[in-house]
């Protein structure tokens, strides 16, 4: 079973989203690190970037292919994490922790409400999971 | 025939893939393993201890009678006349126009008996361009579909099958091939591979393929040994500069363009030799370029740019896990195919810098 903490939203596409206050930090879960196998490469947007709920945000290599991050939420780009740039591994050992990928100002609080609870995220990936047939 | 059934074939070795929890893909009509662990842990395996590969998926086609040389030596650009019994080489099989119909390798078998093996998505075409060619008084047998091969790969290969197999493996010369039993299985042990280390290639019937792979996964455990996936096959094989059919090279490519002139023997007569002679006199308008990509992993159809024009393509690339940088190959004209001549990949539109570096990318230590 993937590991899906109780304290984050999540994305169907696989983004997590961690609330505090105004600034939220966003990363991909679990699950999307064993989809994409071993991350090489995390190309992240700069600070001060605009970013869009449900439009690519940035993109993560494995060796096998390059994903599109899609950003769970709107808002301007306070940080970004130079440490998972230099050691893209970072995704698939920490991807809750030191694999996070940016932190963004909120532009509007509403869309936190579109995002998947836990249990609903659980469920999406159950049904991810079953039908690429594990 | 049943080759060209629509649903997807499996290697006897399948359940044993399930088994390892390994990931499975459909390639070449197969369904077969991409991973286990993890591509960079199982190319790391294969570059520091052994890896153990299923390429059942290959093809094998055995030319046996007195004109099985000669035939061979028509069909295949390398030297197939020049081989003794008991050795193997690298070839192409060109057609007409001088361009690639595939890469394979010709073992010598017996003084009348040779094997060839090809690429799996092409068993079918091969098949054809050969028997379209081939000699009154030679008998053409496709056990594609009855043969097994595992691989083991990498430096604590030769022990691990030395201890398996009544055969000298260690005496086995690179390229060498002998009968053996592996595993008390009658098997067809080569000393050749596809990713830039030591390591052999066993060929045995299907019914045996399990107790061989069994046999050695058990025998190498304490050396290291790991199940290795198609991934990891691809990043290995791309490190150590071997082209892969349908990526790098095909039947748009000729020998020149692809480095792969040392492959062909001009002074002897084979199927469009003419042509390949014709285009190294004159001198390939491109070239084949080793590249390391600074920002961004280059993937196969990938443009290559200089000053924001393209003038080329990617056809391989990938993050190589032991030299620990982007390498691509790409085809770009022959004065920018000079070492240290800075291009750029375009990816998701934006130019990474690239730089032309000497091939292969990883050489083995001696």
Same mark, same amino acid.
């Given at each position: ?43 992240? !947007? ?25 950003? !769970? ?62 | ?91 192409l ?7 690639i119909?595939?890469d ?11 094997? +060839? ?126 082209s892969?059919?349908?990526?790098d090279i095909?039947?748009?490519i000729d020998p020149i363009e692809a480095g792969l002139a040392?492959t ?20 390939p308008?491109?070239k084949l ?24 393509? +990617?056809t ?13 190959l790409?085809y ?35």
């Open positions: 079973m993937s590991n899906v903490p109780d304290d984050l939203k999540y994305s169907k596409e696989h983004e997590w989203v961690r609330a505090d206050g105004d600034v939220v930090t966003i990363g991909i879960t679990q699950f999307a690190q064993e989809q994409l196998g071993d991350v090489v490469f995390v190309e992240l !947007p700069e600070k001060g970037a605009t970013v869009r709920q449900f439009s690519s945000l940035g993109v993560v290599e494995s060796v096998k292919a390059a994903s599109d991050i899609y950003a !769970p939420i709107s808002g301007e780009v306070v940080e970004r994490n130079v440490k998972v740039i230099e050691k893209p591994e970072l995704v698939n050992s920490a991807p809750y922790g030191d694999g996070w990928m940016i932190r963004v100002r909120l532009a509007d609080k509403a869309e936190l409400a579109q995002l998947l609870s836990p249990d609903d995220y659980r469920s999406h990936i159950g049904e991810t999971a079953g039908a690429g047939g594990d | 025939m049943a080759a060209e059934a629509p649903t997807m074939r499996r290697t006897p070795l399948y359940e044993k893939h399930a088994e390892l929890g390994a990931k499975m893909v459909p390639f070449a009509g197969y369904e077969m393993p991409i991973q286990y662990e993890g591509i960079v842990a199982e190319h790391r395996a294969v570059r520091g201890q052994a890896g153990l590969f299923d390429l059942s998926h290959m093809g094998e086609f055995f030319l046996k009678g007195r004109g099985a040389g000669a035939t061979l030596d028509r069909l295949v650009s390398s030297d197939i006349a020049g081989l003794a019994v008991g050795q193997a080489r690298y070839g099989l060109t057609n007409e126009r001088g361009t119909v595939d394979v390798i010709v073992y010598r078998i017996s003084e009348v008996e040779y094997m +060839v093996v090809v690429n799996a998505a092409n068993i079918a075409k091969d098949r054809a361009h050969v028997l379209a060619r081939l000699a009154e008084d030679v008998a053409f047998d496709d056990r594609s579909y009855g043969t097994a091969l595992v691989a083991i790969q990498g430096p604590r290969a030769v022990e691990i099958l030395a201890s398996q197999s009544d055969a000298d493996v260690q005496a086995l010369a690179s390229f060498g091939v002998t009968q053996a039993r592996v595993a008390g299985a009658r098997a067809t042990v080569a000393r050749t591979g596809y990713t830039g280390e030591d390591g052999f290639e066993i060929f045995v019937t299907s019914a045996d393929a399990a107790k061989v792979w069994d046999a050695l996964l058990a025998a190498g455990r304490a050396a290291g040994v790991k199940p290795i996936g198609l991934g990891a096959r691809d990043t290995l094989r791309l490190e150590a500069r071997f892969l059919y349908g990526n095909d039947e748009t040392w062909c023997k001009l002074d002897k007569d084979f199927t469009g030799r003419d042509v390949i002679a014709a285009k190294k006199a004159e001198g308008k491109r370029a080793g590249l390391v990509v600074q920002g961004g992993v280059a993937r196969h159809g990938h443009e290559v740019t200089q000053n924001g024009d393209v003038v080329g393509h +990617v391989s690339g990938t993050y190589g896990p032991t030299v620990e940088k982007n390498i691509a790409a770009v004209p022959t004065p920018l195919s000079k070492l240290g001549t800075v291009l750029a990949v375009r990816i998701r539109g934006k130019d990474v810098p690239a730089t032309v570096v000497k091939t292969p990318f990883y050489r083995r230590p001696e």
